[in-house]
T-cell receptor, first 116, second 112 residues
Framework: GAGVSQTPSNKVTEKGKYVELRCDPISGHTALYWYRQSLGQGPEFLIYFQGTGAADDSGLPNDRFFAVRPEGSVSTLKIQRTERGDSAVYLC??????????????FGEGSRLTVL | KQEVTQIPAALSVPEGENLVLNCSFTDSAIYNLQWFRQDPGKGLTSLLLIQSSQREQTSGRLNASLDKSSGRSTLYIAASQPGDSATYLCAVQKHNNNDMRFGAGTRLTVKP
């Protein structure tokens, strides 16, 4: 597609439920990132994929959070047993890979998660 | 760990003013620095990217400078307009395709 697409744009769930957030990166971008942004704060790094593998998952806050990218394109961020503190906007970004690229990140519009 | 700080946190100016937003980072071993704009409830829009070997980048009324040795970048906006009202975020990338670390942003309001 023309840009990074994220679905759903809004998700309201109850504490303890399971949630999946989807990211469809720009076609041909091999690098994919998930960030979390709380109100009034800058985005906080969660996980970075290079192709199908998670190259850096050091930002995932705990084992309730998991992300996959099975075919090296679409990625799903999965949150188990959601807590009220998980409420935030979850942003996805993608970039080209290779020595010739600038490393410039392109972001989606985000998925706003509200845990009641 | 890389820490990114943006000053001021909020700024309000009358239309037509030139203004400077500041970004500082603690680890000067960066690959690039990127400035973004974020409108309320929206994602981030890339404005300018400066590679570590560069000193500045320009796009229209925007000019971003980078002083890697001192850990600073500035975003200069000329002849500000109400449509420039948004939150401006800077982010630094340590290695190509690793994650970027963000500041908390500067919330800019340009009054007509």
């Amino acid at each position: 597609g023309a840009g990074v697409s994220q679905t759903p744009s809004n998700k309201v769930t109850e504490k303890g439920k399971y949630v999946e957030l989807r990211c469809d990166p720009i076609s041909g971008h091999t690098a994919l990132y998930w960030y979390r942004q709380s109100l009034g704060q800058g985005p906080e790094f969660l996980i970075y994929f290079q192709g199908t593998g998670a190259a850096d998952d050091s930002g995932l806050p705990n084992d309730r959070f998991f992300a996959v990218r099975p075919e090296g394109s679409v990625s799903t961020l999965k949150i188990q047993r959601t807590e009220r503190g998980d409420s935030a906007v979850y942003l996805c970004a993608s970039s080209l890979h290779g020595t010739a690229n600038t490393g410039e990140l392109f972001f989606g519009e985000g998925s706003r998660l509200t845990v009641l | 760990k890389q820490e990114v700080t943006q000053i001021p946190a909020a700024l309000s100016v009358p239309e037509g003013e030139n203004l400077v937003l500041n970004c500082s980072f603690t680890d000067s071993a960066i690959y690039n620095l990127q400035w973004f704009r974020q409108d309320p409830g929206k994602g981030l829009t890339s404005l300018l990217l400066i590679q570590s070997s560069q000193r500045e980048q320009t796009s229209g009324r925007l000019n971003a400078s980078l002083d890697k040795s001192s850990g600073r970048s500035t975003l200069y906006i000329a002849a500000s307009q109400p449509g420039d009202s948004a939150t401006y975020l800077c982010a630094v990338q340590k290695h190509n395709n690793n994650d970027m670390r963000f500041g908390a942003g500067t919330r800019l309001t340009v009054k007509p």
